[in-house]
């Protein structure tokens, strides 16, 4: 059973988010790159699901060139192939996005997907459009649940699971079939030192995808860090010693005891 | 017309659908068009009766027995053949699974885009709108060009507000043409939930844990200090990730995002991706070594020191004033 988990190079954010001074654009100079981590976890059961059932997990990727990093990632993580195609590092809309993956994951023959399970993260950490696995799976009229924390196959389905308040939906898909997973659905396991080695030697298919044109559009003006309220905390004090004006804070101010 | 999609339990509208009704009120009001609505099941039929109130003219209830159960590819064609049907300048949906994953997929049956967790929308020829990256911690402004405007409304950022005057809700029934293909996506069934206690997007005090903790064994002192609250106990990510607690305490982007009168943050740095998921807070009191840390920033209170001597030593004199 082949499985493919799609997955975006995105900034890895740390105590505070700065902007250029276009405004267009996290300013990663200080930054390093990362997987949104729903996708990590998408990585983790493609590799799973393809190790339990005599596949392959492919890891896929529409970004810039440097996004060969968290492909290697994929590959260091135990993927068995990785597919980059590449842009020139503008950010694509989701539907151009779910147009060039689906045209991508249609494979040669254009209509016949060459997987089985196709994994997306629920959103992705940066953008967060909530769609793009939705309209991949419309354009391959595959079967979509998003927002999956569990997920088993059994005899040509695959099972999922979404939390919902008080309980868990549970949903039975004929395969082939697209998720859209959540943090939680499994621990991603570290790629070993030797692992990490031997993906940098491995190949990564480049292609070259198409931006289609699409009528109406959502376009980016700028970003804003909204205004904190912050400023310092009121210290009650240092060590053991804060403990009684603790206490009259939680009693007297917050009333919680 | 603005189409407002609307969840309910059993004819009661629930909370982040009136959220996103408020938002499709505001932009019916300002072109002066007719604020509707489209619901799903049998029982959508008693939601006329809380819906006048928020100036809802219409409800459209999809008649056909077969959508009492959730299926998202069948709602969401009905939708989109109650957009054939009505031509709505505008739809918004709540920002849950549901409203993202409907909506999702009538952008892509109508090829429409679509814009997620707006937080405002501003109107002239286009929608100039405003809506949450990277989980609420940058806000994008874009404008939004399309034949029939597709947005979701950020839950929790809108004050659900009934209409100055109110309507005479008529509830009509809508009757799509759905084949037996679009129900192969369904909720087979729902399994109930055997936990107990405060959940924690619940609950109005929580005690985190994050790094600083050091070990699983030391969320015992923050289990005793969450129950002498009457809280319940959460952790960041770095906890979560090294495997000191389940993925369900987790605070944050990718975990439960929490509204407490107080959040105490034990051994927690304060990164933005832990932020959005606590700024619900009305209170946060930080406990760390390090008083130059983030969370410094960020919280009310504070107190300078290590965890594992001062969260004991509060427990202790908490167990004092019972």
Same mark, same amino acid.
């Given at each position: 059973m082949d499985t493919v988990a799609c997955i975006k190079r995105v900034p890895d954010t740390g105590a505070k988010l700065?902007?250029?001074?276009?405004?267009?654009?996290?300013d990663t100079s200080h930054l390093g790159f990362t997987i949104s981590p729903h996708e990590e976890c998408a990585i983790e059961e493609a590799i799973q699901v393809a190790d339990d059932h005599d596949g392959t997990a492919t890891v896929l990727s529409l970004g810039p060139a440097d996004a060969e990093e968290q492909l290697r990632t994929g590959l260091a993580m135990t993927a068995d192939e990785a597919t980059l195609l590449e842009t020139d590092g503008k950010e694509w809309r989701p539907r151009e996005t779910a147009a060039a993956l689906a045209d991508a994951l249609s494979g040669d023959s254009g209509t016949d997907p060459e997987f089985d399970l196709c994994l997306f993260g629920n959103e992705s950490a940066d953008v967060a459009n909530h769609q793009v696995g939705v309209r991949v799976a419309e354009r391959l009229d595959l079967p979509f649940v998003a927002g999956v924390t569990g997920l088993t196959i059994d005899d040509g389905t695959v099972v999922v699971e979404r939390d919902v308040t008080g309980g868990t939906e549970v949903y039975e898909?004929?395969?082939?079939?697209?998720?859209?997973?959540?943090?939680?659905?499994?621990?991603p396991r570290y790629a070993s030192m030797r692992a990490k080695m031997q993906a940098r030697k491995q190949s990564i298919e480049r292609q070259d995808p198409v931006a289609s044109e699409f009528e109406g559009r959502i376009e980016k003006v700028r970003l804003e860090a909204p205004e904190s309220t912050e400023g310092a905390a009121?210290?009650?004090?240092?060590?053991?010693d804060a403990v009684p004006a603790v206490v009259d804070l939680l009693r007297d101010d917050l009333e919680v005891i | 017309m603005i189409l407002s999609f609307v969840e309910h339990a059993g004819g009661s509208p629930e909370e982040p659908s009136l959220?996103?009704?408020?938002?499709?009120?505001?932009l019916a009001t300002a072109t002066d068009a007719p604020l509707e609505v489209?619901?799903?099941?049998?029982?959508?039929?008693?939601l006329g009766d809380t819906l006048r109130a928020y100036g809802v003219e219409t409800v459209h209830r999809v008649a056909d027995d077969r959508l009492d159960t959730y299926a998202p590819e069948a709602w969401a064609e009905s939708v989109a053949q109650l957009l054939d049907a009505t031509d709505p300048e505008a739809v918004v949906a709540p920002g849950t699974d549901r409203?993202? =994953?409907?909506?999702?997929?009538?952008? #892509?049956?109508?090829?429409?885009?679509?814009?997620?967790n707006c937080l405002d929308v501003e109107l002239s020829e286009v929608y100039e709108l405003s809506r949450q990256r990277w989980g609420g911690s940058l806000v994008e402004h874009a404008r939004l060009d399309s034949d029939t405007k597709l947005l979701t409304a950020a839950p929790h950022e809108f004050s659900p507000e009934t209409a100055v005057e109110a309507a005479?809700?008529?509830?009509?029934?809508? =009757?799509?043409?759905?084949?037996?293909? #679009?129900?192969r996506v369904s909720v087979d069934r729902v399994e109930e939930s055997d936990e107990s206690g405060v959940s924690l997007g619940e609950a109005r005090v929580v005690v985190g844990g994050g790094r600083g903790i050091g070990g699983p064994e030391d969320y015992d002192k923050l289990e005793t200090l969450a129950d002498s609250l009457s809280g319940t106990v959460g952790a960041s990510r770095a906890a979560v990730n090294e495997g000191w607690r389940p993925h369900d305490d987790q605070i944050g982007q990718t975990g439960t995002k929490i509204s407490p009168d107080l959040y105490v943050?034990?051994?927690?740095?304060?990164?933005?991706q832990h932020m959005v998921g606590c700024k619900g807070a009305d209170n946060i009191l930080a406990v760390n070594t390090d008083p130059e840390a983030a969370i410094m920033q960020k919280a009310d209170y504070a107190v300078v020191g290590d965890l594992h001597e001062v969260v004991p030593e509060l427990n202790n004199a908490l167990a004092d004033e019972r």
């Open positions: 700065t902007l250029t001074d276009d405004e267009q654009h996290i898909l004929d395969l082939p079939a697209a998720v859209g997973v959540k943090e939680g659905l499994n621990q009121e210290v009650l004090g240092e060590g053991p | 959220e996103a009704l408020t938002l499709a009120r505001e489209v619901a799903f099941g049998t029982e959508a039929s008693a409203g993202q =994953e409907v909506l999702a997929h009538v952008g #892509a049956k109508c090829d429409l885009p679509m814009a997620a005479d809700t008529s509830v009509q029934p809508f =009757e799509p043409t759905l084949d037996e293909s #679009a129900f943050a034990c051994g927690i740095s304060g990164a933005v």
